[in-house]
């Protein structure tokens, strides 16, 4: 048995006491019940609360608060459900191994609670691939995880229809890919394959799905969109003359969070950006090269929960603000 904290921090309440053994003692959820004096499935209701969570290494307790402050911060400027922050560590740069743990650890979570969703739609990103590999290889029910957008490439690893399928095989879940370009020629071939009876299905289920999970990519060169040739040149040219700030689902962004109306816009095989407030979407994203991308998100209420690292979190805060976390950055 994992050896309980001697002291929490600001135990102030049942939920309080048992978020904090959760999440930094690493109690499971019998042990938190014998530490508490509940009966399990008490702990586990508290747990499913879904307050602002914190994921920090053991011991640095003062980072935890920090942590915990630096969420309900960014939970309340955004108007977010859940904000998990995976606290950096002095000497790491790369943010998506610790994204990926933290994103695994949540969405298990959100699969496991009494309101549980049925179908879960899934993006394509290096991050979302990360998670996958954090998984446990366990049943959750009849769960349903559909591709949200068309394929990438099939020699990558985040390509979407592999990441679901993988995803699927851990969780013991049935998977449904979305068999088509992420791109249409012409919005006429879009119209086309969306009439195709196994599109059609993905793209209704995807609709149907309760939960999404996204990742955010940026409005540059470096985009993996650009990267792995989907998109041109000259389409990216246009979509940066409009001022586009983050890609979600093949959908580009200003810095406002409204979808731009381009013409590789009318060519997406992805849900429209209306569809984006029908349902939790989950959105994955860290580093400092980000940031942009995830204000826009943020600004235009595009996700519901925020999967990030503490140096991206605190960077998405004003100026002034930052000081008030500067130790997180050291």
Known sequence: MTAPPHRLPHPDTPESRARWLHDIGGLSVEEIGWRLGLPAERVQALLDQRPSEAISAPGAAEGARLIRRLARR???????????????????????????????????????????????????????????????????GSLRFVSLLGELTCAHAAYP???????????????????????????????????????????????????????????????????????????????????????????????????????????????AAADFRRRRVIGLAGGTDKVVALHAALAGHLLQDLVTDSRTAVALLDEEEQAEFAALLL
Not at 80 to 88: F, H, R, S
Not at 104 to 130: E, K
Request: aromatic share 4%.
């Open 161 to 271: 229809n592999v990441v679901m399928s993988q995803i699927a095989q851990r969780l013991g879940a049935q998977a449904f890919p979305f068999p088509s370009p992420l791109y249409a020629a012409t919005p006429e071939e879009a119209a086309e394959l969306l009439r195709q009876p196994m599109l059609r299905r993905a793209a209704e289920m995807a609709l149907q799905a309760e939960v999404w999970v996204v990742g955010i990519g940026r409005a540059a060169p470096e985009n993996q969109l650009h990267q792995f040739g989907l998109i041109g040149a000259e389409d990216l040219a246009d979509i940066v003359g409009l001022g586009a700030a983050c890609e979600i689902l093949g959908r580009f962004f200003d810095a406002e969070g409204r979808e731009l109306h381009s013409a590789l816009a009318a060519r997406t095989l992805a849900p």
């Open 74 to 140: 960014l939970r309340d400027r955004f108007g977010l459900g859940t904000v998990c922050i995976a606290q950096l560590p002095r000497e790491q740069t790369e943010p998506r191994p610790l994204i990926a743990a933290a994103a695994a650890r949540h969405l298990m979570r959100v699969l496991q609670a009494r309101s549980a969703p049925g179908i879960v739609g899934v993006s394509h990103g290096r991050t979302i691939a990360a998670m996958v590999a954090q998984l446990p290889e366990i049943r959750v």
